[in-house]
């Protein structure tokens, strides 16, 4: 991630902390940014197949999110007050198949905190963050362009 695209969205401290790094599965990531050993930033990224759709899947809790809308990221992108979720198609091989197969990156981020305190600021903030990391963390994660 860009440190100018992040920025915005941690609340004033001295400290940042990732060490909640998780690869719960391989088709699965997560992160949790903390600030003074607050929770600040949650990252989560998921291979799922195509016929899963992340905003249905996520639907609750992006309505909790706060008024969620259309963003333009990635394929396909769902804006809240404190959360987006975007996707892109990717290949991706899981390790007990023989072959790659068509599937979706979710990147989904949820800013833990009200920082910036004005929701525009903070929507406009996720957006550029989710631009930023997207295409490393999909890559990171071991899916190919399709």
């Known amino acids: 991630m860009t440190p ?3 920025e915005p969205l941690l609340p004033p401290g001295e400290e940042i902390d990732d060490e909640e790094k998780l690869e719960l599965r ?3 990531q997560r992160c949790s940014l903390k600030v003074d050993g607050l929770e600040a930033l949650r ?3 998921d291979v799922i197949t195509t016929d899963m759709h992340p905003f249905e899947v996520e639907r609750r809790r992006l309505e909790n999110s706060g008024n969620p809308s259309p963003a333009h990221v990635g394929q396909a992108g769902r804006i809240a007050d404190d959360q987006i979720i975007t996707y892109v198609p990717c290949t991706f091989q899981l390790s007990s198949e023989k072959k790659p197969a068509e599937r979706r990156y979710v990147l989904d981020l949820y800013a833990a905190t009200d920082t910036p305190e004005n ?3 903070r929507r406009e903030a996720l957006v550029e963050l989710a631009k930023s990391l997207l295409p490393k963390a999909k890559k990171e994660m071991g899916c190919s362009k399709t």
Do not use: A, C, K
């Open 4 to 6: 100018s695209s992040l």
């Open 43 to 45: 990252i989560r990224g």
């Open 119 to 121: 929701v525009d600021e």
């Open 26 to 28: 391989e088709y699965q």
